[in-house]
């Protein structure tokens, strides 16, 4: 949908024309899953695919809005009525950006919304985020808050752990708020310093395509807190603030100290997800970025055997990908479900993608999405 379109939506929704247009994108993590909320390390790019938002500021505290993947309805609350649990559905994810940032001192009243988004849901791209921080950063400039690309994804992030009730770490509004377009944000989440690698794939002959199992996740059903909360529990056990605080050089003696099973599988993934996300940065600091290839396959094997998020489908992309010659794959997101990034050389995508299709209708699966990724802007005004 194009800016005036956006408009002319926003226009047949609320009456009148917006104050302006914005735009926050999914991501991809190129690796570092279930390491955020453990201060560790990721490496996420944006994606082209967005939530655009049409919004214009009101004089008093009342929010309508809408989506146009919704069905019509607008939804209307009041700023004070505002609670986590006080709304429903999709909606709760832009409320709670208000929620939040009026919880956190800014004079931010009523908005009209109309919002359009091409993320595709429950496929582990970050759709959720996008809706918040495109609604972050209109908030933001409606307001004129002076907020930093951090300080709203933070906010963003708020919403939906207190909110929404996902307590995610902070890598997916992060990503959507401050990436940058043709580099990949290394990001520490706990000293939350950056820096933006370049990742010119197409320049070494290679793409990175994304395939969509069409198998949707809910994180809200508890798997996610679960993880999180073993997470926290092992790095309590080891004296430790947080699971980064682990080294492989020590993993080995803390595993002996973990007294079940499940505990040491959190951990020995943590520990040797933030070491694969240091050699995926030295990968693209060496400008050889081919050597993801291993790093993404070890990393699935990782989630798929110690984590324990992955699923039939996503196995199945991995094995299939692989198979046909892709330099690497793993699941991306979340887990149960969502989408797989596979690491290919150009000639090389239509044959792999074929190959993960075909291994779909054979096992009798929905047949997958497939899109070449390509490193896009961060959370910005359009007009």
């Known amino acids: 949908m194009t800016d005036n379109q956006l408009t002319d939506a926003f226009t047949a929704v609320h009456g009148g024309a917006p104050d302006g247009v914005w735009a926050a994108p999914g991501r991809v993590n190129l690796i570092g899953e279930h390491t955020d909320y453990n201060d560790g390390f ?39 009525q505002l609670r986590p649990g006080a709304v429903p559905g999709w ?61 709203l994804g933070l906010l963003a992030q708020r919403a939906e752990n207190d909110f929404v009730g996902v307590p995610c770490g902070a890598m997916d509004q992060l990503a959507s708020t401050c990436c940058e377009a043709g580099r990949a944000l290394f990001l520490d989440t706990r000293t939350l310093t950056a820096r933006q690698l370049p990742v010119d794939l197409a320049a070494a002959g290679l793409r990175l395509l994304v395939i969509d199992t069409q198998v949707k996740h809910d994180l809200a059903d508890g798997a996610y807190a679960e993880r999180r909360s073993g997470c926290e529990k092992a790095a309590e056990l080891l004296g430790l603030p947080a699971l980064r605080d682990l080294d492989l050089a020590g993993l080995p003696a803390a595993l002996d100290n973990l007294p079940d099973e499940g505990l040491r599988s959190l951990t020995r993934h943590v520990v040797t997800e933030n070491a694969r996300v240091e050699a995926a940065v ?16 070890a990393g699935h094997a990782s989630l798929r055997d110690d984590f324990l998020v992955s699923c039939a489908e996503t196995d199945l992309v991995v ?12 699941m991306t997101g979340g887990g149960f479900g969502g989408s797989v990034i596979a690491l290919v050389a150009d000639e090389d995508a239509d044959r792999v993608a074929g190959a993960v299709s075909a291994a779909f209708a054979a096992a009798g699966y929905t047949a997958p999405r497939v899109f070449t990724a ?10």
């Open 374 to 383: 390509l490193a896009a802007q961060g959370a910005r005004r359009l007009a």
């Open 91 to 151: 909606a709760r994810y832009v409320a709670g950006v208000v929620w939040a940032l009026r919880d956190a001192g800014h004079p931010v009243g009523g908005v009209d919304v109309h919002l359009d988004s091409d993320v595709p849901t429950g496929a582990g791209l970050s759709s959720s985020a996008a809706l918040e921080c495109v609604v972050a950063v209109a908030c933001n400039d409606l307001w004129d808050l002076g907020l930093g690309p951090v300080e």
């Open 42 to 80: 990721v490496l996420p790019i944006a994606l082209p695919h967005a939530a655009r938002a049409a919004v214009r500021r009101r004089a008093d505290d009342l929010l309508r809005l809408h989506s146009a993947q919704a069905d019509g309805a607008v939804v209307e609350v009041t700023a004070d």
């Open 319 to 330: 094995a299939a990908a692989n198979a046909a010659g892709a330099l690497g794959a793993r």
């Open 282 to 297: 030295e990968a693209l600091l060496a400008g050889e970025p081919a050597a993801l290839g291993p790093i993404l396959t």
